[in-house]
């Protein structure tokens, strides 16, 4: 079963978010934020114009997505997506976020990030989550933080972004038993 599948099944769903695969009329939405230099720096596809949101949410309505819409649970408002997708390693996932501007600073990467660590571990069976992010992305390493994952390397200079350019990145994961032994202790709220 795949994970659009999943998450069709599942609603994914927090107290104030749900996820969701992209559609077409997502389109106005993401480019606002997924067009802006500011927040799409970090990104590895880095700005998109108009062809490459097209493309963008074409690649995420479909089984072979790797980012999902991000809603107000209550409203079709768009505040941003998730990463979310197999890495190359077996039962271990990749996540991350993108948050557009006017719902920065609320919380949603972290609520949402939490409920995608509840389900890549309690209905994926997962071993392993990981995360990535440049050491600069300060509100990203403290949202990986918030949710439980350790920095596990700073890999220096291991990122090409052309002519002389090279970026530095941290690495993040949390591991299944880990996971579990904070459900115990009710560190998931």
């Not at 649970?73 to 271990?92: C, E, I, N, S």
Request: net charge negative; charged share 25%.
């Amino acid at each position: 079963m795949s994970i659009i599948d999943h998450l069709a099944k599942n609603n994914l769903v927090t107290e104030r978010l749900r996820l969701r695969p992209f559609q077409a009329s997502d389109f106005a939405a993401l480019a606002t934020y997924a067009t802006d230099p500011d927040v799409m720096h970090y990104m590895e596809e880095g700005v998109l114009d108009e062809q490459g949101v097209r493309a963008f949410l074409q690649k995420n309505a479909g089984d072979g997505a790797t980012a999902y819409a991000l809603l107000l649970r209550d409203k079709d408002d768009l505040v941003g997506h998730m990463v979310f997708h197999p890495w190359f390693a077996p039962q271990t996932y990749e996540i991350g976020w993108v948050i557009a501007p006017p719902h920065q600073r609320q919380g949603y990467a972290t609520e949402a990030a939490r409920e995608l660590l509840r389900f890549s571990f309690e209905d994926l069976h997962a071993h392993r989550v990981i995360a990535t992010c440049q050491p600069e992305n300060t509100a990203s390493y403290r949202v990986m933080e918030k949710i439980g994952m350790r920095r596990e390397g700073h890999f220096r200079k291991c990122i090409h972004r052309g002519g002389d350019l090279w970026w530095d990145e941290y690495f993040y994961a949390i591991l299944a038993e880990e996971w579990d032994q904070a459900s115990l202790l009710g560190d998931h709220s």
